[in-house]
């Protein structure tokens, strides 16, 4: 069965400062993974998602990933964090019947 | 396209009283998802289906809950009665299996905030 796993709940950055998310993932198939961001009383958005192209994905509002299949990971990835950043973040393989599996998701912070 | 709907956006009920989430899938989708987030157990699946028809319900927490997808532009999440701890804020998302393209990926809708006092 497909699992994910998010390192640390919450993540605090300075304003301008790299953001890094982890994620890291457990498939017997190749698998499709996907980040998603969830601003406050919103719905989960699609920020990017990999599905066996290019290794290095680059997502909406500067966010990229990079799927690593010999460390099983998809850590996702900004520069220069924004305090519009500030949001939780989730990390989420396929499944079978087209169903999900999301991580316990990321509150990222970011201060100024 | 307007994306996933639904309705109502928030929801407060009392104790015992019935509640009915309802939402509406993005044109052409063929699965549909509903799912519960709270802070202790975070982001839950409840049931999905595919093409109307009910596929896992094996998240659904008790008989207490309910849903239906009676065509493929509409569904519905029913609690009753309600308690305190059903709580929540609901999802619904949908994903197009058969089109090219989506690879899996689930489309949200903005949620129903449901207090149930």
């Known amino acids: 069965a497909q699992s994910v796993t998010q390192l640390g709940s919450h993540v605090s950055v300075s304003e301008g400062a790299l953001v890094l998310l982890r994620c890291n993932y457990s498939?017997?198939?190749?698998?499709?993974l996907f980040w998603y961001v969830q601003y406050p009383n919103q719905g989960l958005q699609l920020l990017l998602k990999?599905?066996?192209?290019?290794?290095l994905v680059k997502g909406i509002n500067g966010f990229e990933a990079e799927f690593k299949k010999s460390e099983t990971s998809f850590h996702l990835t900004k520069p220069s964090a924004h305090m519009s950043d500030a949001a939780e973040y989730f990390c989420?393989?396929?499944?079978?019947?087209?169903?999900?599996?999301f991580g316990g998701g990321t509150r990222l912070m970011v201060k100024p | 396209d307007a994306g996933v709907i639904q309705s109502p956006r928030h929801e407060v009920t009392e104790m015992g009283q019935e509640v009915t989430l309802r939402c509406k899938p993005i044109?052409?989708?063929?699965?549909l998802f509903w799912y519960r987030q709270t802070m202790m157990r975070g982001l839950e699946l409840l049931i999905y289906?595919?093409?109307?028809?009910?596929?896992?319900d094996s998240g659904m927490p008790e008989d207490r809950f309910s849903a239906k997808m009676p065509n493929a532009s509409f569904s519905t999440l029913k609690i009753q009665p309600s308690e305190p701890r059903d709580s929540a804020v609901y999802f619904c998302?949908?994903?197009?299996?058969?089109?090219?393209?989506?690879?899996?990926?689930?489309?949200f809708g903005p949620g129903t905030r449901l207090t149930v006092l």
């Open positions: 998302a949908s994903t197009g299996g058969t089109i090219s393209g989506t690879y899996n990926e689930q489309f």
């Open positions: 990999y599905t066996s192209a290019a290794t």
């Open positions: 498939s017997s198939v190749p698998p499709y």
């Open positions: 989420a393989v396929n499944n079978a019947g087209n169903m999900l599996t």
């Open positions: 044109s052409g989708h063929d699965y």
């Open positions: 289906f595919n093409n109307n028809v009910p596929i896992d």
